[in-house]
């Protein structure tokens, strides 16, 4: 990432890793919608947090991503799964 000195958006060079936080309740479920979103691409799933009471969890998702495109629609899809409660 390289800040562009007119702007405060940064500039990206694809293709690029691009990290997610995948937080949801049923780990098992999530990682089905991350390989059925990721399909064909180079990612890489590891665990992260559970939550005090242990309800929710978290996964880090690394994927290779090719445009903002890509990485928006990533973003789009996991966010409306059913068994994903938030995406950072």
Known sequence: ???DSNSKKP???YP???HYK???TDVDEMIKAIELITEGMEYKI???NVSSKG???S???TVLVSSEIIRDIIFGKL???????MVL
């Open 59 to 61: 996964l880090n998702l």
């Open 55 to 57: 309800k929710y969890l």
């Open 11 to 13: 500039t990206i060079e």
């Open 1 to 3: 990432m390289i800040l």
């Open 22 to 24: 995948v937080i949801g």
């Open 46 to 48: 590891s665990s992260s």
């Open 79 to 85: 966010k409306a799964n059913e068994f994903v409660k």
């Open 16 to 18: 690029c890793d691009w």
